[in-house]
Protein backbone atom coordinates (compact mmCIF):
# COMPACT_ATOMS: atom_id res chain seq x y z
CA UNK A 1 0.00 0.00 0.00
CA UNK A 2 1.26 3.32 -1.11
CA UNK A 3 1.79 6.54 1.69
CA UNK A 4 -0.82 8.37 -0.13
CA UNK A 5 -3.59 5.59 0.39
CA UNK A 6 -2.40 5.01 3.94
CA UNK A 7 -2.78 8.88 3.98
CA UNK A 8 -5.86 9.14 3.07
CA UNK A 9 -7.30 6.32 4.85
CA UNK A 10 -5.89 7.66 8.18
CA UNK A 11 -7.97 10.92 6.97
CA UNK A 12 -11.34 9.21 6.93
CA UNK A 13 -10.59 6.86 10.03
CA UNK A 14 -9.79 9.87 12.03
CA UNK A 15 -12.86 12.64 10.29
CA UNK A 16 -15.34 13.48 12.42
CA UNK A 17 -18.21 13.23 9.61
CA UNK A 18 -17.57 11.99 6.06
CA UNK A 19 -19.10 12.79 3.37
CA UNK A 20 -18.89 10.12 0.47
CA UNK A 21 -20.14 10.20 -3.38
CA UNK A 22 -19.73 7.78 -5.88
CA UNK A 23 -20.60 7.95 -9.54
CA UNK A 24 -22.87 5.27 -10.20
CA UNK A 25 -21.46 2.12 -12.31
CA UNK A 26 -23.35 -0.51 -13.64
CA UNK A 27 -26.29 0.03 -11.22
CA UNK A 28 -23.59 0.62 -8.22
CA UNK A 29 -20.89 2.11 -6.87
CA UNK A 30 -17.51 2.23 -8.91
CA UNK A 31 -15.23 -0.96 -8.02
CA UNK A 32 -12.43 2.02 -6.47
CA UNK A 33 -14.84 2.98 -4.33
CA UNK A 34 -15.47 -0.31 -2.60
CA UNK A 35 -11.75 -0.93 -2.62
CA UNK A 36 -10.65 2.10 -0.43
CA UNK A 37 -13.52 1.62 1.63
CA UNK A 38 -12.53 -2.44 1.60
CA UNK A 39 -9.07 -1.35 3.10
CA UNK A 40 -10.55 0.74 6.23
CA UNK A 41 -10.85 -1.27 9.47
CA UNK A 42 -14.70 -2.68 10.56
CA UNK A 43 -14.43 -0.79 13.52
CA UNK A 44 -13.35 2.47 12.51
CA UNK A 45 -16.29 3.75 11.57
CA UNK A 46 -18.48 3.15 13.84
CA UNK A 47 -20.90 6.05 15.22
CA UNK A 48 -19.41 8.28 12.10
CA UNK A 49 -22.07 10.61 10.79
CA UNK A 50 -21.75 9.66 7.10
CA UNK A 51 -24.02 11.62 4.13
CA UNK A 52 -24.19 9.27 1.74
CA UNK A 53 -23.92 10.79 -2.33
CA UNK A 54 -24.24 9.49 -5.48
CA UNK A 55 -24.42 10.68 -9.25
CA UNK A 56 -25.38 8.85 -12.46
CA UNK A 57 -26.54 10.04 -15.91
CA UNK A 58 -30.14 9.44 -15.43
CA UNK A 59 -32.59 9.29 -12.23
CA UNK A 60 -33.55 5.52 -12.71
CA UNK A 61 -30.12 5.26 -10.30
CA UNK A 62 -30.97 7.34 -7.64
CA UNK A 63 -31.94 4.67 -5.52
CA UNK A 64 -28.04 3.42 -5.64
CA UNK A 65 -27.76 5.21 -2.11
CA UNK A 66 -30.42 3.30 -0.06
CA UNK A 67 -29.88 -0.45 -2.29
CA UNK A 68 -26.10 0.08 -2.32
CA UNK A 69 -24.35 2.52 -0.64
CA UNK A 70 -26.01 2.03 2.55
CA UNK A 71 -26.07 -0.98 3.46
CA UNK A 72 -22.05 -0.94 2.88
CA UNK A 73 -21.90 1.81 5.91
CA UNK A 74 -24.37 -0.32 7.56
CA UNK A 75 -21.50 -2.83 7.88
CA UNK A 76 -19.34 -0.16 9.68
CA UNK A 77 -21.91 0.68 12.16
CA UNK A 78 -21.84 4.32 10.80
CA UNK A 79 -24.38 6.69 11.19
CA UNK A 80 -25.92 6.90 7.52
CA UNK A 81 -27.95 10.29 7.68
CA UNK A 82 -31.45 9.40 6.51
CA UNK A 83 -31.75 11.45 3.45
CA UNK A 84 -29.07 11.23 1.09
CA UNK A 85 -27.82 13.53 -2.00
CA UNK A 86 -28.33 12.23 -5.73
CA UNK A 87 -27.38 14.15 -8.89
CA UNK A 88 -27.73 13.15 -12.41
CA UNK A 89 -25.16 15.38 -15.12
CA UNK A 90 -28.52 17.92 -16.27
CA UNK A 91 -28.15 19.04 -12.31
CA UNK A 92 -24.70 20.65 -13.04
CA UNK A 93 -23.47 23.78 -15.06
CA UNK A 94 -19.95 24.02 -15.32
CA UNK A 95 -19.13 21.56 -12.30
CA UNK A 96 -21.43 23.72 -10.21
CA UNK A 97 -24.77 22.19 -8.83
CA UNK A 98 -27.78 24.16 -10.68
CA UNK A 99 -30.66 22.84 -9.63
CA UNK A 100 -32.43 24.80 -6.39
CA UNK A 101 -34.21 21.61 -5.17
CA UNK A 102 -31.15 19.43 -4.95
CA UNK A 103 -29.10 22.24 -3.87
CA UNK A 104 -31.84 22.80 -0.80
CA UNK A 105 -31.55 19.14 -0.24
CA UNK A 106 -27.87 18.98 -0.24
CA UNK A 107 -28.48 22.42 2.34
CA UNK A 108 -30.95 20.16 4.14
CA UNK A 109 -28.69 17.04 4.72
CA UNK A 110 -25.48 18.92 5.71
CA UNK A 111 -28.10 20.77 8.62
CA UNK A 112 -29.22 17.47 9.65
CA UNK A 113 -25.59 16.41 9.97
CA UNK A 114 -24.25 18.81 12.73
CA UNK A 115 -25.97 17.60 15.73
CA UNK A 116 -24.52 14.25 14.95
CA UNK A 117 -20.95 15.63 14.06
CA UNK A 118 -21.47 17.69 18.13
CA UNK A 119 -22.10 14.16 19.53
CA UNK A 120 -19.48 12.64 17.44
CA UNK A 121 -17.12 15.00 19.02
CA UNK A 122 -18.43 14.59 22.21
CA UNK A 123 -18.23 11.31 22.32
CA UNK A 124 -14.73 11.41 21.23
CA UNK A 125 -13.64 14.15 23.97
CA UNK A 126 -14.84 11.61 26.22
CA UNK A 127 -12.77 8.67 25.48
CA UNK A 128 -9.82 10.58 25.52
CA UNK A 129 -10.47 12.29 28.88
CA UNK A 130 -11.60 8.31 30.49
CA UNK A 131 -7.81 7.37 28.70
CA UNK A 132 -6.54 9.55 30.22
CA UNK A 133 -7.95 8.71 33.63
CA UNK A 134 -6.95 4.99 33.21
Do not use: C, W
Amino acid sequence: MTDAVEQALAVVEEADVLVVATPVFRGSYTGLFKRFFDLIGQDTLTDKPVLLAATGGSQRHALVIDHQIRPLFSFFQARTLPLGVYATDKDFVERDLSDQALIERARLTVQRALPLLELARNARHSAAERMLTI
